[in-house]
């Protein structure tokens, strides 16, 4: 499995941005697509994830309203749409994916065993 995140960038608050995560390796029925982010100096912070199949999305309670996750299965892309952007969203996004996954362990960095290398995203004030 390959996953290439891309799409950060420097942005002001209040912008909105669209990252992208183009999937590659395997057919992804049955796994779990996930954004987590990493500010520096903190832990990796769960974003949200989208089930592929069926393309149902679950969302961070700390973004839930801001962002949206989508998928294009004929691509194999799961995008990041973040809106009314804040300085403390910046950090480096990183896409992951695994098919091991469960409701209660979906929002756990362990379930995952395959990571993109990261996008920075910085806003500004």
């Known amino acids: 499995v390959q996953l290439q995140a891309s799409g950060g960038g420097l942005v002001q608050a209040g912008d909105s941005l669209t990252l992208s995560c183009a999937a590659s390796?395997?057919?992804?029925?049955?796994?779990?697509l996930a954004w987590w982010r990493q500010a520096p100096g903190k832990e990796r912070e769960f974003v949200g994830v989208?089930?592929?199949?069926?393309?149902?999305?679950v969302y961070a309670d700390s973004v839930k309203g801001r962002v949206t996750i989508t998928r294009d299965l004929l691509k194999n892309i799961m995008n990041l749409t973040m809106t009314n952007l804040k300085p403390e969203d910046t950090a480096t996004y990183y896409c992951?994916?695994?098919?091991?996954?469960?409701?209660?362990?979906?929002?756990?960095?362990?379930?995952?065993?395959?990571w993109g290398q990261g996008t920075e995203v910085t806003v500004s004030s």
């Open positions: 390796g395997r057919t992804f029925t049955g796994h779990v």
């Open positions: 989208i089930i592929w199949n069926p393309g149902l999305p």
């Open positions: 992951a994916s695994d098919d091991q996954w469960s409701i209660t362990t979906m929002k756990r960095h362990s379930t995952y065993a395959y």
